[in-house]
């Protein structure tokens, strides 16, 4: 049900958003953004009205008058008819990049490259040779990109790897993520391999909250991986299911080596009930099986929406419940009970072009091991690896 949490998410930006604005700082960052895409209210314009250190300066869009549009609906202060006119623009610090995955590489480079500091929507990029290439932009011009999980930045996610880090070896996990057939219309960048779309690349989530989980790289291997075409392109999965195996590192705060199968499952057309009834249950979950214990974190993507971690023990059969919403004070976030996970990555986001600590941050090594990881699946599965337009761009 991943569209109507995000449909939700709007919803709760918008009404909290409403009471909660803060005096902005004389130096705020300065933001751009890149596209009109549907993301951009939920992703980035309603966490900057919500924080005190930024302003939305810019939006770019291929057509002027939709950015005009855009700059008007949500009080944005510039808007530009290309991307590369916003690029060049001194009156932008960093830049939201909502394209869609086959170009996020491509114009992540060109931001990078032209001063700006970068967050950038998720896949991080549309295969891991592209990954290599925005780092090393990054590193050469000393500009900041993360990818934006923004889920990993919520206090429910942390609260969750505590929980796991204590309750013993961890055995085998679980993640699935699923929308039901015909909630994203035929149109969709999502069904489109130049794109690069398809179920793992948008539903990526899968295999990040999996590493989240482990604390893990890429998997050693992947033994098991099934695509289900879509119906208007072979090369695009409608749906993945994979067994990825790791086997190093270890729990945070453990270290060690460990063996685990994880499984994943990704579905963009999610069959109905006796083919009516949307499965409005199955939001994005991980759950993780451990020597003492079953802890499942129930929609880890949207948890300011509803959450629960629940701890299963094994021994006992008796299943404990938790919630967190706000920092439980051991994790080290700082921020409000109403704030959705995009706040909550604005807050790591600026604190780091701040030069403050982060109370958590996606690594740019952690982001070539997320998309190496997809591309390991697809090969798995014999699917071709998603192009990128950033391979015209290539030095
Ligand atoms: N973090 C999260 O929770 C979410 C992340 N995402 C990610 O954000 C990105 C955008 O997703 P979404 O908002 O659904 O995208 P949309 O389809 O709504 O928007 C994509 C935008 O990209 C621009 N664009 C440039 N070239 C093309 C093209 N060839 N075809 C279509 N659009 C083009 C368009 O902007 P213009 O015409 O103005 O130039 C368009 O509005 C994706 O990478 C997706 O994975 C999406 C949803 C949730
Ligand atoms: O990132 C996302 O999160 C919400 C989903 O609905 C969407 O398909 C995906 O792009």
Known sequence: MAMA????????????????????????LRIGILSSAMINAAGIIRPAQTHGEVVLSAIASRDLKTAQSQAKKYNIAHAFGSYDELLDSPLVDFVYI???????????????ERGKHVLLEKPFTANEAEAWRVVEAAQRTGKIVMEAFHWQCHPASHAFKDIVSKQGKILKTHAIMTSPVGSIPSSDIRWQFDLAGGALMDMTYVISSTRFALDA????????????????????????????????????GKG?????????????????????????????????ETERAVITLYNFMMPHLYHYIAIKDKATGHTQYEKHYKNSGKTGERGEEYWSTYRWQLEVFVDKLRGREP????????????????????????LPLRPATGDVVKR
């Open 5 to 28: 949490i995000q449909i939700a998410t709007f919803f709760h930006q918008w009404w909290y958003g409403q009471n909660s604005v803060p005096i902005k700082v004389s130096d705020p």
């Open 217 to 252: 790289a890429a998997p050693e291997r992947v033994v098991f991986a099934h695509a289900r075409p879509s119906p208007w392109d072979a090369r695009v999965d409608e749906a993945m299911e994979a067994t990825l195996v790791f086997s190093k590192g270890g729990a945070e």
């Open 359 to 382: 109370a958590h941050w996606v690594t740019n090594q952690s982001s070539i091991d997320q998309i190496r990881s997809i591309d390991m699946v697809y090969q798995a599965a014999g």
């Open 98 to 112: 909502s394209l869609p995955n086959g170009q996020h590489g491509e114009w992540a480079i060109k931001a990078l």
């Open 256 to 288: 060690g080596e460990y063996d685990v199968e994880s499984t994943i499952y990704a579905d963009m057309r999610r069959s109905n009930v006796a083919g009516v009834v949307p499965r409005i249950w199955e939001l994005p979950t991980i759950e993780v």
